[in-house]
């Protein structure tokens, strides 16, 4: 069998996680690169090369093969040999910091997940693992504390369920409206609302934004979701915030020339091609996986249903930037947060850089006792960092050595949440990002992974290997604070 790469330009470790996808899924008795691909020997009859998600195809004495990622990718193409990332419902919303739809399949591969299994996704963000999941007939449960995670995530999933046609007949109807939609004045809505969005978007663009809902909901029913996540990922080009940057400052540039009922529709029709594309490829199937607003220490047995069979996530990063700030109006606008419910959603997610109320008090006191009771390296580095604070840090690199020593403890307790859910023996995979900080002028390089690993052992998991990523280079505001590498970890309950 001849295993054939696409044309698009490969980091070493998509290679690396190729050549584990082969041997998982294809236990080929030996392999030799070509100019093209790989040549297998003695390849299982009647393998899962179609499967695999870094090849194009495959070639086995009958002539040659598209994989199915290859033709989910080619729904979506962006230029020859870019690798595609937007197919299915991916492409619904730009979420900051989702995971690699390609990452998560090849993961799924390795672990030689079949229909009738169930993964686990504790950080889901916008869904790309429980898409994946659905893309091969696997079950999924996702998690995430966010409510537009939960939603964007269940909208995708939607997508892929929902009966194409009604699908297409939605599109068609909210299109002809929103053509003679005229602006008309907003839908009555709360004064709390209304006064917050009006901070941001001048009073037509508000009136146009909340008349678009309105149609969305009308038309499109228990399928608004879908409309409404790509209509949300518009907002902040239309608003008084500045679309290119991760914090919410004012807008400098001026905004779009087009309205955004114009940018919508226009959007619109890739989208429900790639999603329809995707569906007569995949095939339609009963709605498959849920992502679920909570943190998954609140996953229980009864709505967990049973132990699952592998967990793959890329949980947040320590002190990351605050990617919330870019979703504010999409929770108010969607209305899934009250306007003063975000700071306290903001300080309550893992790897916050806020700290809100009694955290302020109690959060040195905690370190200070251990109370989360950190392996020694873990602890030593919060209390290394502390001692090193000098008069001339600010009140936020005053608060990196509680911020760090939260982020563990919480870290930790999720990895003792996950290992409660798996069955015996169950790999989980994360991918995580390398941190650093500045205090007392001298720059501190945090080997997440490493830490992070140290603490998934305390609490039962036994560490199996730790992969390096390589990662795009970032350009824009935010480079300086820019995750420079990635790790993959790989965890086994023992």
């Known amino acids: 069998m001849r295993l054939r790469w696409h044309n698009y330009k490969y980091y070493p470790y998509e290679k690396e996680l190729a050549s584990r996808e082969v041997t998982s899924l294809i236990c080929p008795s030996g392999a030799n690169e070509v100019q093209d691909g790989l040549d297998l020997r003695e390849a299982r009859p009647g393998s899962g090369a179609e499967r ?19 033709e989910l990718e080619e729904t979506a193409r962006n230029g020859k040999n870019r690798q595609a990332t937007r197919y299915s419902v991916h492409g619904l919303h730009e979420y900051k910091g989702k995971f690699n739809p390609q990452v998560a399949k090849a993961l799924l591969n390795i672990f030689k997940v079949e229909p009738g299994q169930t993964v686990l996704d504790p950080f889901c963000g916008s869904g790309t693992t429980l898409v994946e999941c659905c893309h091969l007939g696997v079950d999924a449960v996702g998690t995430d504390i966010n409510p537009l995670a939960v939603f964007l995530s269940n909208a995708k999933l939607l ?14 109807n909210i299109s002809a409206q929103l053509r003679s939609f005229d602006g008309r004045k907003a839908p009555q809505s709360s004064a709390a609302r209304r006064e917050y969005l009006l901070k941001w978007f001048d009073p037509e663009i508000y009136d146009e934004i909340e008349g678009v809902r309105a149609i969305i909901l009308d038309i499109a029913g228990e399928m608004s979701p879908i409309f409404l996540s790509v209509a949300s990922n518009l907002l902040r080009e239309y608003s008084q915030q500045d679309p290119r940057d991760l914090r919410i400052r004012r807008r400098t540039s001026p905004l779009p ?95 916050s850089r806020e700290l809100r109320g009694n955290s302020k008090r109690e959060l040195p006191q905690l370190l200070a006792s251990n109370e989360a009771e950190l392996p020694d390296q873990e602890y030593e580095l919060c209390i290394k960092l502390e001692d090193l604070l000098g008069e001339e840090d600010g009140f936020r690199r005053r608060a990196v050595p509680s911020l760090l020593y939260r982020y563990f403890a919480s870290m930790k307790a999720n990895f003792s949440s996950v290992n409660r859910l798996m069955r015996e023996g169950a790999p989980y995979a994360l991918i995580v990002g390398h941190n650093h900080t500045t205090i007392g002028g ?34 824009g505001y935010h480079v300086s604070n820019a995750v420079a590498a990635e790790t993959l970890i790989i965890l086994r309950k023992e």
């Not at 997508?159 to 068609?172: I, M, Q």
């Not at 199937?285 to 992502?291: E, F, S, T, V, W």
């Open 257 to 351: 020339s087009n309205s955004f009922t114009s940018a919508l529709l226009d959007a619109l029709p890739q989208i429900i091609d790639r999603i329809l594309s995707a569906r007569e490829l995949i095939g339609s199937r009963a709605p498959l996986g849920r992502a679920v607003l909570c943190d998954v220490s609140e996953l229980t047995a009864d709505s967990a249903m049973r132990k699952f069979d592998a967990a793959i996530t890329s949980p947040p990063y320590a002190m990351a930037l605050p990617y919330i700030d870019t979703q504010r109006l999409s929770l108010v606008w969607l209305d899934l947060l009250a306007p003063n419910q975000i700071l306290e959603l903001e300080a309550s997610l893992i790897g």
């Open 52 to 70: 695999l998600t870094y090849f194009k195809g495959y070639e086995n004495g009958s002539g040659f093969t598209s994989t199915v990622q290859a």
């Open 159 to 172: 997508g892929l369920s929902v009966p194409p046609c009604e699908l297409r007949k939605a599109h068609k």
């Open 442 to 475: 001298v720059r501190h390089d945090i080997d997440t992974p490493e830490h992070l690993s140290r603490l998934a052992t305390a609490v039962g998991w036994k560490v199996e290997e730790l992969i390096p990523l390589q990662t795009y280079r970032r350009y």
